[in-house]
């Protein structure tokens, strides 16, 4: 089994400066990893995704994630954030093989401050 | 067009009561799944159908039943209804293969009064 451990419940940001949520994963096998992003009364959105290859990956809306194997991380950045990505954003797994289940950390509250 | 559609939207209802939620996609996916999230924001995953056959049940109470009467459509039926179970209870699909994202609908906000 995998866990997603996403240490900042929250995260204040000034508008325009650059942010980083952190995403720590485990698991004994092979994962696959998601960013999704919650906007206010609505559902998870996916945001990006890691499979395989390059470690740095592109998503929408200008965030951008890097895999890290040997530190286990996968954590989420933008250089540049607006008032429009103020959202809950969730780190998740899932095992390479198996049953599709997929895990979600605890998610983080970006708050982007004018 | 939406992709994931789950009804109600809002649900009140009174302890002891039983209620349903229904989702519908309209993706082509194969597989679906009920996540529940508590006031906390935290997601857990409760049940997954794929192809109208039930694959993951993690330890629900069995007075949440299930029921996938074609592989786009997943609804939740919540018997007895408990104080603990208000929550934000959301739908999702995807395709059968370990890669693929979820789909979400925009969930069902039920509160037990």
């Known amino acids: 089994a995998q866990s997603v451990t996403q240490l900042d419940s929250q995260v204040p940001v000034f508008e325009e400066a650059p942010v980083e949520l952190r995403c720590n994963y485990s698991?004994?096998?092979?994962?696959?990893l998601f960013w999704y992003v919650q906007y206010p009364n609505q559902g998870l959105q996916l945001l990006l995704k890691?499979?395989?290859?390059?470690?740095l990956v592109k998503g929408i809306n200008g965030f951008e994630a890097e895999f890290n194997k040997s530190q286990t991380s996968f954590h989420l950045r933008k250089p540049s954030v607006h008032i429009s990505d103020t959202a809950e954003y969730f780190c998740?797994?899932?095992?390479?093989?198996?049953?599709?289940?997929?895990?979600f950390g605890t998610g983080t509250k970006l708050q982007v401050i004018p | 067009d939406t992709a994931v559609s789950q009804t109600p939207k809002y649900l009140v209802t009174q302890m002891g009561n039983d209620k349903s939620i229904k989702c519908e996609q309209n993706l082509g996916h194969d597989t679906m799944y009920w996540y529940k999230q508590d006031s906390k924001k935290f997601l857990k995953i409760m049940f997954s159908?794929?192809?109208?056959?039930?694959?993951i049940n993690e330890t629900v109470p069995n007075r949440f039943s299930p029921k996938s009467p074609d592989k786009a459509h997943l609804n939740l039926h919540i018997n007895s209804l408990e104080l603990g179970d208000s929550a934000v209870y959301f739908c999702?699909?995807?395709?059968?293969?370990?890669?693929?994202?979820?789909?979400f609908g925009n969930g069902t906000r039920l509160t037990v009064t």
């Open positions: 999702a699909s995807s395709q059968a293969t370990l890669d693929s994202p979820l789909h």
């Open positions: 159908y794929n192809n109208k056959e039930l694959i």
């Open positions: 698991s004994s096998v092979s994962v696959y």
């Open positions: 890691y499979l395989s290859g390059s470690t």
């Open positions: 998740a797994a899932q095992n390479s093989g198996g049953y599709q289940k997929v895990t």
